[in-house]
């Protein structure tokens, strides 16, 4: 299966993909991951997207892009299929990865839009919490660390992302619907929407997801 996961920060992509990879046996590409990756190993690529970080800019399209690209054609597990979390963000990314993909024969099988609402994505968002070191994500209500501000899995320190917070939060809601508008109709248009509700609690998505995967195989 090729999945590419669509929803709002605080939909819960990261962690339905984190479930779902070895159910499905699928790699989980995720933008923020690589991106990691490539800034701790040094390539030209992460040097690249250093430069607009370190300016406090976002790192552009055609940088993401051919990050994405790299990663979906050098890691050999992407034959078995993936899971796309955090790309596409805009039309043009999504006919990117079209272009990307058909060139590699790996067509996209379904978009998944995780839908929920302002109500949910406030109470999981201002909860969240990130490890400095791995990037792992805790919620200090739904998923805390065992010990305070410490992180289970390398020990780094937990910390609450500066735009986490209730203001910046209706901000990228608001940014994200009026750029994701445009990719819903887009994958619409290739039959390829599926859409889950995302305010219901992570194991409920993730039934419900996997029967959706199921049925469009
Ligand atoms: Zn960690």
Redesign the pocket.
């Known amino acids: 299966m090729r999945i590419v996961l669509l929803g709002p920060p605080g939909a819960g992509k990261g962690t339905l993909a984190g479930v779902l990879k070895d159910t499905l046996g699928v790699l989980h590409v995720s933008t923020g991951d690589i991106l990691r990756e490539e800034l701790k190993a040094n390539t030209p690529l992460g040097q690249e997207a250093k430069k607009f970080i370190e300016s406090g800019g976002l790192v552009p399209d055609e940088v993401v892009t051919k990050l994405i690209k790299n990663k979906l054609t050098n890691d050999s597990r992407a034959k078995d299929g993936f899971m796309l979390d955090g790309y596409p963000r805009t039309v043009n990314q999504a006919k990117d990865l079209d272009n990307i993909l058909d060139k590699l024969g790996m067509p996209i099988d379904c978009a998944l839009y995780m839908e929920a609402t302002l109500g949910t994505i406030l109470a999981r968002l201002t909860g969240r919490r990130v490890?400095r070191?791995?990037?792992?994500i805790y919620h200090i209500v739904n998923m805390p660390s065992k010990k305070d501000g410490v992180?289970d899995?390398?020990?780094?320190e937990i910390y609450q992302r500066a735009d986490d917070n209730e203001e910046t939060i209706k901000n990228r809601m608001k940014v994200y619907t009026d750029s994701t508008a445009p990719i819903i109709s887009f994958y619409e248009g290739q039959n390829k929407l599926k859409k889950v509700n995302a305010d219901k609690d992570s194991q409920e998505v993730k039934e419900d997801a996997l029967n959706i995967f199921n049925g469009s195989r």
């Open positions: 490890c070191g791995c990037g792992k992180c899995s390398c020990g780094g």
